[in-house]
């Protein structure tokens, strides 16, 4: 876990603007039990974004989503982007895609303990730490886009964009992704905003 954990009050606090974001942008029908769903019936909003690396503590992963959607924001309104890419993407599509795109990390961190010797004392301890264990494992941002298609329709862009959030860092053919990338350019500008926030907002424990 890490040495740098939010406090109760960041959760809260991330969580409210997380929901506020998602009923001011996103319209289509649905929405409303998918944030039910976030609410009441799973761990998005405590959960950490990784085991060991970015985000890993309570909260990481709703935080982490956050950091995407500024960073998402940020990238579509790049005058390149609009004017030479031609990307021109709803307010609607950029909080589906970013908000959600890790979805599929909802109820697979479990909190468990080990043994690790104290850097200062020289003592052994018992310390948490998180492990990872998928009982849906339908893989990464295929899950995700299954997971938000079981409450309201997804464009196709946004499915892809979604799907291919992890770019050439996945386990996929670099043929797909690239494929994917060319007919979608959303899904590179969603893979481009994943990776800074993850690499220069949030970086590794």
Not at 132 to 156: A, C, T
Not at 175 to 189: H, I, K, N, Q
Request: glycine letters at 6%; aromatic letters at 14%.
């Amino acid at each position: 876990m890490s040495e740098k954990p939010l406090t109760a009050e960041q959760v809260q606090e991330n969580k409210e603007k997380f929901i506020s974001i998602l009923r001011e942008k996103v319209k289509r029908q649905g929405i409303n039990n998918l944030i039910e769903f976030l609410e009441k019936k799973c761990d998005f909003f405590y959960a950490p974004a990784s085991t060991r690396f970015h985000g890993a503590y309570e909260g990481g992963l709703c935080e982490h989503s956050l950091n995407v959607y500024e960073c998402l924001k940020d990238y579509m309104e790049r005058q390149r982007v609009r004017e030479v890419y031609g990307l021109n993407i709803s307010d609607e599509s950029i909080a589906i895609c970013a908000l959600l795109h890790d979805l599929c990390k909802t109820d697979v961190y479990k909190v468990s303990t080990k043994n690790q010797k104290n850097k200062t004392t020289g003592k052994w301890e018992e310390v948490p730490f998180y492990t990872f264990q998928d009982d849906l494992p339908y893989g990464h941002g295929e899950k995700s886009v299954y997971m938000i298609s079981g409450f309201m329709r997804l464009k196709r862009e946004e499915a892809f964009a979604i799907r291919f959030h992890m770019g050439f860092s996945n386990t996929d053919d670099k043929m797909t992704v690239g494929r994917a990338f060319e007919l979608y350019p959303f899904a590179f500008a969603v893979s481009v905003a994943d990776m800074e926030a993850t690499y220069f907002i949030e970086g590794s424990n």
